[in-house]
């Protein structure tokens, strides 16, 4: 991923990442590429969620969005994204995850109906049967 698509003009320091694209965006949270900086010049790039600005000072939802992290945290499965770190940065909490580079569900779906494709009944089992692995796995650690 050495030339990244849609970098955002205004690079953003947050802490100490480097936030490149917005990559999605939701009722609570916003979600971006961004580049970690280590020593020696090494980088690595990872997906930030934060929580949207007017729900920083939100009791409730700041609780809901530890919670995540903290069952997040301890998740090690190949179909979850890994979470490397959690913290506030100008008031705002964030988690720091796996960047899984590639199109999403949503992006290959939009591709098969421009093609008036759709998925094979084999191709839709295991979507669904590594989708439920995952889930399965989450549910089992945090009971």
Do not use: W
């Not at 480097?18 to 580049?35: P, Q």
């Amino acid at each position: 991923m050495a030339d990244t698509p849609n970098v955002m003009s205004n690079m953003e320091k947050f802490g100490k990442y480097i936030l490149l694209e917005k990559l999605a965006v939701g009722g609570m949270a916003e979600v971006y590429l961004a580049k970690s900086s280590g020593a020696n010049g090494v980088n690595k790039f990872v997906a930030i969620k934060r929580i949207l600005p007017q729900f920083s000072n939100n009791p409730e939802f700041i609780a809901m969005f530890k919670e995540e992290a903290k069952v997040a945290i301890n998740l090690s499965h190949s179909n979850i994204v890994s979470i490397y770190d959690f913290g506030v940065e100008d008031g705002q909490f964030y988690l720091v995850m796996e960047f899984v580079d590639g199109r999403n569900l949503r992006q290959i779906i939009n591709e098969l109906k421009k093609h008036n494709k759709s998925f094979s009944i084999d191709q839709a089992v295991y979507l669904v049967k590594e989708a439920a692995a995952g889930l399965n796995h989450a549910h089992r650690c945090t009971d």
